[in-house]
T-cell receptor, first 114, second 112 residues
């Protein structure tokens, strides 16, 4: 149980384009999902908290107009990186909170912006 | 603000030895402390967690201890095996706010 999927697993896009990443909880309903980014050999940095049916809460320093988050259902949250630039290249990981405090992570999406 | 310090950043042990990783947090309201294992290029996997009403929790070769007074918690792995090699992250959270703050990670290398 508590499986989280993420799609795509990797994506290469050109600078200036937008990329959408999907995060799904497969066998449980997640009212709260989280989006992280992770640079090589670094820790996970929380970008935003996504609550079903309401606006996402962004961490300090994260541009909400650049990283659009939509949590339209109890099993799906999406992150759209708009007007991507090379510095946005990173490993993006989502997580979903279960019934308790536990967070279950998706497999991650490696974004490369050329 | 929230901050989690994690030590050491790298840890090399021989197979069969024990490994200990320690984290220190600053938010006295934190009451949930999970540990994650992340292999290269893969997702973090929850391996054990502890809540503030418990001082120690054990699951086979893995144990976590919590000292709320000193605001630190530790991961103990006994009888290490090469497959334990990975990056380990501690985290702290508050059930009221839901989000987790992660430590900087410890790269554990277990040599056969």
């Amino acid at each position: 149980g508590a499986v989280v999927s993420q799609h795509p697993s990797w994506v290469i896009c050109k600078s200036g384009t937008s990329v959408k990443i999907e995060c799904r909880s497969l066998d449980f309903q997640a009212t709260t999902m989280f989006w992280y980014r992770q640079f090589p050999k670094q820790s996970l940095m929380l970008m935003a908290t996504s609550n079903e049916g309401s606006k996402a809460t962004y961490e300090q320093g994260v541009e909400k107009d650049k990283f659009l988050i939509n949590h339209a259902s109890l099993t799906l949250s999406t992150l759209t990186v708009t007007s991507a630039h090379p510095e946005d290249s990173s490993f993006y990981i989502c997580s979903a909170r279960g019934l308790g405090d536990e967070q279950y992570f998706g497999p991650g999406t490696r974004l490369t912006v050329t | 603000g929230e901050n989690v310090e994690q030590h050491p950043s790298t840890l090399s042990v021989q197979e069969g030895d024990s490994a200990v990783i320690k984290c220190t947090y600053s938010d006295s309201a934190s009451n949930y402390f999970p540990w994650y294992k992340q292999e290269l290029g893969k997702r973090p996997q929850l391996i054990i967690d502890i809540r503030s009403n418990v001082g120690e929790k054990k699951d086979q070769r893995i144990a976590v201890t919590l000292n709320k007074t000193a605001k630190h918690f530790s991961l103990h792995i006994t009888e290490t095996q090469p497959e334990d090699s990975a990056v380990y992250f501690c985290a702290e959270g508050n059930t009221g706010f839901q989000k987790l703050v992660f430590g900087t990670g410890t790269r554990l290398l277990v040599s056969p």
